[in-house]
């Protein structure tokens, strides 16, 4: 079609007349607009390829136009207009590559040119003669849908078949327009182009695409074969092509991966070094192998090695990618067991090292073996020259026989003695070690490398646990409380005498089983399962078992109270391998359990009488009264009422100081009772005097938060003190003047005791009458215990008169060599002893009066005692702490009957003529117990035994 301009000069050149000649060159143009140029009046169309013909064209226009001048206007119009139309269609169709045929409606051929020659093979005149409709392959199941087109729109195209003159059919395209001509009669112009070779090529074509096809199918197969990724990179960096592969090394399918840029896959430590690598390839410089990393779809990193080249004209990069993760990952592993190696070598507790050749000479050892032997730069030197106390010690062969022989040697705990501070004395070192052969690349010995582990320190303290064993088997049987152990199937394995002595027996070690020698019942006397005894359940479940009270019954029928604490033993695997009881015997406990429960009965009462007889009354943290009871109220003569609320001030009679006032508060707010005596104003203004109490009640966090004061009537006594005070005064004068001669007089009394105890001796040793022998074992008799009451009289002087000597003791050394000096009295035969102490502090007293209060004590307990035919025991039992000591010591004697209770501490008391004491231990004990800041209680009953509860105060400073 012509361009705008084209258009323009065209549309100008019409309105001339004569008209301007306006032929078209084109390089290529359909017929349908040469048919619509040629009615807008171009003159002729030219193609470029057949330019030779332009002159010629230009000349018959140029005559066509004079002859057209000569005509007349109406005539030469008409005939111009058929001749220039004619001369269009003429040229038209002499010059067209395809196949022109005119011809009156699908009939009579007017016109033919001659490319339709051509293509079927004929003539014009064979062509005119057969007519445009034979010329068409009626075979063809197309014709019908074509005309019923052309007829219907007056124009169609498309293809059909055709045949030439040899009857053989051949394809074309087909183009045909219906047209009138100037007479008003129909006809068709059909342009055919034959497509013949057309076909041909294009049949050559799709076998040529399918032989690709599969050539690129059969690529496709080979590349998705391959373990590695193949790829195509386009310049953009963009994958275009990439094969299976991708799925297993990658993680991404094909298509997931297909035009994404590959850089956004490259790990990012890895991005500009292979950006620099794609642009030395793209500018040509050979690259040929390079590594880099990737980020696989689950996240983790694949290593690859990639071979890459730029093919400028195909502007893309092929490339091949071979996962090396694993032979990464054997380099790394590699390098991390060649560093364990470094590492075990250069850190490993073990000593490790090689000696070389015959002569064994070092060629390693690492830190551990150095710091074993104590030595430096011993690399090149022989064993013989770092170690020569090994020669007489037979390492040396050791070494050899494994030179010689390639057998290993391994041994355990064994001694070498080394010199290792060089000075010639050698120290003992046991050591695990494994001397094994060392082997060159030909498998030949060429020395011998040695792991050595030191274990003196297991190895000696193994000695320790076995010494500790022993002493732990020592303790067990020492100890004074029944004790057993047995193993994991119930089987004695050790047990002590006070065991024995609860169950009657003695069992047989590793044979017996630890429930064998009696029977057991609960608290209330009901028979326990063997398999529910709490050995039982120790060993089954391994918990410990305490505060579970059983009796046991001996095979003589005789039941003990006892509490059994088990603890299990339970080795690192968890598994239980025996056990270890303690029994507490607590027959004679629940027995003093009893009474004092009926103490504490006896105590409630006498709460209730103290309320009814003492002033009693209650305030809080701040002095504040919250209650008083009736005697409270009938003393101050004030009611209940008025006194809640108030405080103690409204009691003040003035007769104390404000340092007396001070005090009280200064002791009950840190917690401490206060004691003393007070003289109160009551509402009538009247005075009373009361002995007061005043007891602090603390909270969790040890702060007062109530003040209980219990006061007593003294009104009395303090008006008769002031009337006894100058007979104290006197007494005190006449106490002291006794001292003095009680003091004098034993002194001198003494020494005759001691000359009459001579002359007795002489007597015993001189006359063989029994007579006279018996008279001086009675006079011997009378002289000790004048003498016993003389050192008595003497002590309980010294106590008064004497201060205080304090220094260190051992409690248990001090009370152990007491009891051995009194076991040589004639009463102590058979009694058996225990003494128990726990000294957490060391003790500090009067070393003196210490001895005085404890041979009293357990003198008395000797002299008391029962009959030599029962069982008899005399237990000492001690706590010593930074602050105090208590002590505790009992006996299972005569006892003391209740109503002498109350005098045993009065001077010169005893409880009948026939008494062997003479009254005044006691007396001497409690007095000495005083002066050292402390007290003393007992609790005794009759044929059970005494208890003597001693507290002493522990002058630390």
């Known amino acids: 079609m012509l361009d705008r301009n084209g258009i323009e000069a065209l549309l100008i050149r019409n309105k001339l007349y004569p008209s301007i000649i306006f032929i078209l060159i084109a390089e290529k143009i359909t017929i349908e607009d040469c048919v619509q140029l040629l009615k807008q009046g171009v003159n002729d169309i030219v193609l470029k390829q057949?330019?030779?013909?332009?002159?010629?064209?230009?000349?018959?226009?140029?005559?066509?136009?004079?002859?057209?001048?000569?005509?007349?206007?109406?005539?030469?119009?008409?005939?111009?207009?058929?001749?220039?139309?004619?001369?269009?269609?003429?040229?038209?169709?002499?010059?067209?590559?395809?196949?022109?045929?005119?011809?009156?409606?699908?009939?009579?051929?007017?016109?033919?040119?001659?490319?339709?020659?051509?293509?079927?093979?004929?003539?014009?005149?064979?062509?005119?003669?057969?007519?445009?409709?034979?010329?068409?392959?009626?075979?063809?199941?197309?014709?019908?849908?074509?005309?019923?087109?052309?007829?219907?729109?007056?124009?169609?195209?498309?293809?059909?078949?055709?045949?030439?003159?040899?009857?053989?059919?051949?394809?074309?395209?087909?183009?045909?327009?219906?047209?009138?001509?100037?007479?008003g009669n129909e006809m068709t112009f059909t342009a055919i182009k034959d497509l013949t070779e057309y076909k041909k090529v294009q049949h050559e074509l799709t076998r040529g695409k399918q032989e690709l096809q599969e050539a690129r199918n059969s690529l496709y197969k080979i590349m998705d074969a391959s373990t590695d990724i193949i790829c195509f990179i386009d310049s953009e960096k963009r994958i275009i092509q990439i094969n299976a592969a991708c799925k297993g090394i990658w993680g991404y399918e094909p298509y997931e991966l297909v035009g994404e840029k590959y850089y956004d896959f490259i790990h990012p430590e890895d991005i500009e070094i292979t950006f620099n690598t794609d642009e030395n390839f793209r500018n040509g410089n050979p690259v040929k192998i390079f590594e880099t990393r990737i980020i696989h779809k689950n996240?983790?990193?694949?290593?690859?090695?990639?071979?890459?080249?730029?093919?400028?004209?195909?502007?893309?990069?092929?490339?091949?990618?071979?996962?090396?993760?694993?032979?990464?990952?054997?380099?790394?592993?590699?390098?991390?067991?060649?560093?364990?190696?470094?590492?075990?070598?250069?850190?490993?507790?073990?000593?490790?090292?090689?000696?070389?050749?015959?002569?064994?000479?070092?060629?390693?050892?690492?830190?551990?073996?150095?710091?074993?032997?104590?030595?430096k730069d011993i690399i090149g030197k022989t064993i013989m020259e770092v170690l020569p106390e090994l020669k007489s010690q037979g390492t040396f062969e050791l070494l050899n026989a494994v030179y010689t022989t390639g057998e290993p040697l391994i041994a355990n705990e064994m001694l070498f003695k080394l010199d290792l501070q060089g000075d010639g004395n050698l120290e003992d070192n046991y050591l695990n070690f494994l001397f094994q052969a060392h082997r060159d690349n030909n498998n030949k010995i060429n020395g011998v490398l040695f792991f050595i582990i030191d274990v003196t320190e297991q190895v000696l303290s193994r000695m320790k646990i076995e010494e500790s064993e022993k002493l732990y088997r020592q303790l067990i049987r020492e100890l004074p409380v029944a004790t057993y152990s047995c193993n994991s199937d119930g089987k004695i394995t050790i047990f002590n005498k006070a065991a024995v002595e609860l169950w009657g027996r003695e069992p047989e070690i590793e044979s017996d089983l630890w429930s064998g020698a009696w029977k057991i019942l609960n608290a209330h006397g009901e028979l326990i399962p063997s398999n529910l005894y709490p050995m039982a359940i120790a060993l089954k479940e391994g918990t410990i078992i305490s505060n579970t009270e059983i009796i046991i019954e001996r095979q003589n029928g005789e039941k003990r109270f006892v509490i059994p604490y088990i603890v299990p033993y339970i080795d690192k695997s968890g598994k239980i391998t025996g056990a270890v009881n303690m029994l507490t015997d607590i027959t004679e406990s629940k027995a003093a359990q009893k009474i004092l429960e009926q103490r504490n009965q006896e105590l409630a009462d006498y709460k209730y009488a103290l309320d009814q007889s003492s002033i009693v009354g209650i305030t809080d943290e701040k002095g504040i009264i919250i209650h008083v009871n009736d005697n409270f109220c009938r003393i101050s003569k004030y009611s209940r009422e008025e006194l809640i609320g108030l405080d103690y001030k409204i009691f003040n009679s003035g007769h104390h100081s404000k340092e007396y006032i001070s005090n009280l508060w200064e002791t009950i707010t840190h917690g401490k009772t206060w004691k003393g005596e007070f003289k109160n104003k009551a509402k009538d203004g009247s005075y009373y005097w009361v002995d007061t109490t005043i007891t602090p009640f603390l909270n969790d966090r040890g702060k007062p938060y109530q003040y209980v004061t219990t006061r007593f009537d003294i009104t009395e006594r303090k008006n008769a003190e002031l009337n006894l005070e100058m007979q104290n005064k006197e007494l005190l004068k006449i106490n002291n003047e006794l001292d003095r001669f009680v003091?004098?007089?034993?002194?001198?009394?003494?020494?005759?005791?001691?000359?009459?105890?001579?002359?007795?001796?002489?007597?015993?040793?001189?006359?063989?009458?029994?007579?006279?022998?018996?008279?001086?074992?009675?006079?011997?008799?009378?002289?000790?215990?004048?003498?016993?009451?003389?050192?008595?009289?003497?002590?309980?002087?010294?106590?008064?008169?004497?201060?205080?000597?304090?220094?260190?003791?051992?409690?248990?050394?001090?009370?152990?060599?007491?009891?051995?000096?009194?076991?040589?009295?004639?009463?102590?035969?058979?009694?058996?002893?225990?003494?128990?102490?726990?000294?957490?502090?060391?003790?500090?007293?009067?070393?003196?009066?210490?001895?005085?209060?404890i041979e009293n004590v357990i003198s008395n307990a000797i002299k008391y005692h029962k009959p030599i035919d029962s069982q008899r025991f005399i237990k000492v039992i001690g706590t010593v702490t930074d602050k105090i000591l208590e002590l505790k010591i009992s006996d299972n004697g005569i006892g003391i009957e209740t109503k002498y209770q109350e005098k045993i501490f009065d001077m010169f008391f005893r409880i009948s003529s026939k008494s062997q004491g003479s009254g005044i231990g006691l007396y001497i004990v409690k007095d000495t117990i005083e002066k050292l800041q402390g007290s003393i209680r007992f609790h005794s009953q009759i044929n059970v035994g005494t208890t003597f509860y001693i507290t002493l105060k522990n002058f630390t400073s």
Not at 336 to 343: S, T, Y
Not at 363 to 375: C, E, G, R, T, W
Not at 767 to 788: F, G, Q, V, Y
Not at 794 to 823: F, G, H, M, W
Request: hydrophobic content about 35%; proline content about 3%; glycine content about 4%.
């Open 50 to 183: 057949m330019n030779s013909s332009l002159a010629q064209k230009i000349s018959r226009a140029l005559k066509e136009t004079v002859s057209i001048k000569c005509k007349s206007p109406i005539e030469q119009f008409e005939k111009d207009k058929f001749w220039q139309n004619d001369l269009k269609y003429h040229t038209f169709i002499e010059n067209c590559m395809d196949a022109i045929i005119i011809t009156i409606k699908d009939g009579l051929i007017l016109k033919v040119n001659a490319a339709a020659c051509v293509i079927f093979e004929m003539t014009q005149e064979e062509m005119y003669k057969l007519g445009g409709f034979r010329l068409v392959d009626h075979t063809d199941p197309r014709l019908q849908l074509y005309l019923e087109e052309r007829n219907i729109t007056g124009r169609a195209n498309g293809e059909l078949k055709f045949k030439r003159k040899d009857g053989s059919s051949f394809p074309c395209e087909i183009t045909s327009v219906v047209f009138k001509s100037l007479e």
């Open 299 to 375: 996240g983790t990193i694949v290593y690859l090695q990639l071979t890459a080249q730029w093919r400028e004209d195909d502007k893309l990069i092929y490339c091949t990618a071979k996962d090396i993760s694993n032979k990464k990952n054997l380099e790394k592993a590699y390098e991390i067991e060649r560093q364990r190696f470094l590492d075990l070598y250069n850190l490993s507790p073990s000593c490790m090292g090689i000696l070389n050749g015959a002569d064994q000479v070092f060629q390693m050892a690492n830190p551990p073996y150095l710091k074993l032997i104590n030595k």
């Open 743 to 853: 003091y004098s007089v034993s002194h001198d009394l003494r020494s005759p005791l001691t000359s009459i105890q001579g002359l007795v001796s002489i007597i015993e040793d001189e006359t063989n009458e029994p007579e006279t022998l018996e008279h001086a074992l009675m006079i011997k008799s009378s002289i000790n215990r004048l003498d016993e009451f003389i050192r008595k009289i003497l002590s309980y002087s010294q106590n008064k008169r004497t201060a205080l000597e304090i220094e260190t003791i051992p409690v248990k050394k001090t009370i152990l060599d007491i009891v051995d000096l009194l076991q040589n009295m004639a009463q102590a035969k058979e009694i058996h002893f225990e003494i128990e102490m726990r000294e957490h502090s060391t003790f500090h007293t009067d070393l003196q009066r210490f001895n005085t209060i």
